[in-house]
């Protein structure tokens, strides 16, 4: 398993080019992606350019959403499953989902 986090990095830096990501926070998500490659069974730039763009399609309240991270955790822990099958779950079932409301803790 070798990647070309250069070429990762272009490639998804051109695809946001619109949305107003800083190439600061592209850099990082691209170096965490690298760090959990291995453990998701990631197997190339394609599976790591996906990895990549999944985390930008998450809004900061679904990532505040205690259900939310906690299905997105148990999805990426399912050892049984794929690198594509674990993203599939993810795209489908995490990424349109509405947070929860916040509520006020008394």
Known sequence: MSFEPDRVF???RHRLR?????DAAV????EESLALAPMMGVEDDAEL???VLLQ???SEAQ???PQIVAALTKA?????W???QRMDFIDAQLVGRTPAPMTRGD
Do not use: E, K, P, W
């Open 10 to 12: 272009a490639f998804v």
């Open 76 to 80: 990426l822990g399912q050892s049984q």
């Open 56 to 58: 930008f399609r998450f």
């Open 82 to 84: 794929t690198a594509t």
């Open 49 to 51: 350019i996906r990895l």
């Open 18 to 22: 619109n949305d107003g990501v800083d």
């Open 27 to 30: 850099a990082r998500v691209v």
């Open 63 to 65: 990532l505040a959403d």
